[in-house]
């Protein structure tokens, strides 16, 4: 089993709301990442989770918030987002952190900021 | 930060031909990945190189690693329609402290293949 499951698969939220996305893994992975990739780009970095524990924060913007209840969950919560907030966000699990380990990515969750 | 720079940035192709993608970095490859896109969805996992001189096939794809060079090649036999999408080549950034351990990613090429 490679799979890494995102929920849901498509999200539009308004400025003022608050949101989750979710990400879950059952490969015994030890790391697990946030990706956002806008438009014919190639995905960005957000967030990279150790052993549970928040390892790299690419300088992200507070309005969006990552928790790792435990190895096998990742959460995204969102809230006060800007439109150009809008993008493909990709969640992925890798057995071991980085480097030399190779990630298996989720099908991504479309938000909208409207 | 790692540079990754792909080329060609798209490709057309006829069904049945061979294919080459590159992959180059401005920094010591430290591991190098490709993955293939399909346009609004998640990435799918090819394979990972980590030695100079690297070779690894996958059915039709033969992916090599030249660490002279900080290059990374991508090649298609006999493309199919089936090959069409966006493939990325990915790198571990490392340069100790808090930038050790990110995998960032190529502009990517666009591949399509016309039957």
């Known amino acids: 089993d490679t799979e890494v499951t995102q929920t849901p698969k498509h999200l539009v939220m308004g400025m003022t709301n608050k949101k989750s996305l979710k990400c879950e893994q059952h490969?015994?992975?030890?790391?697990m990442y946030w990706y956002k990739q806008k438009a014919k780009k190639p995905p960005e970095l957000m967030f990279v989770y150790s052993y549970e524990k928040l390892s790299i924060n690419e300088s992200v913007p507070s309005r969006f918030s990552p928790e790792c209840p435990n190895s096998s969950l990742l959460n995204l919560h969102l809230h006060a987002l800007q439109p150009e907030d809008s993008a493909l966000y990709l969640c992925?699990?890798?057995?071991?952190?980085?480097?030399?380990?190779?990630?298996?990515f989720g099908q991504g969750t479309r938000l909208t900021v409207v | 930060s790692q540079e990754l720079e792909q080329s060609p940035q798209s490709l057309i192709v006829q069904e049945g031909k061979n294919l080459t993608i590159n992959c180059t970095s401005s920094?010591?490859?430290?591991?190098l990945y490709w993955y293939k896109q399909k346009y609004g969805e998640g990435l799918i996992f090819l394979m990972m190189?980590?030695?100079?001189?690297e070779e690894k096939s996958h059915e039709k794809i033969t992916a090599k690693l030249d660490e002279k060079k900080q290059q990374s090649s991508l090649h298609i036999t006999a493309s199919q329609p089936s090959h069409a999408g966006i493939y990325l080549c990915g790198a571990d950034v490392y340069a100790g402290g808090t930038s050790y351990g990110k995998l960032t990613f190529g502009q990517g090429t666009i591949l399509t293949v016309h039957p």
């Open positions: 920094k010591t490859l430290y591991g």
């Open positions: 490969m015994g992975h030890r790391a």
């Open positions: 992925a699990s890798s057995q071991d952190p980085p480097p030399g380990a190779e990630a298996f």
């Open positions: 190189l980590q030695k100079g001189g």
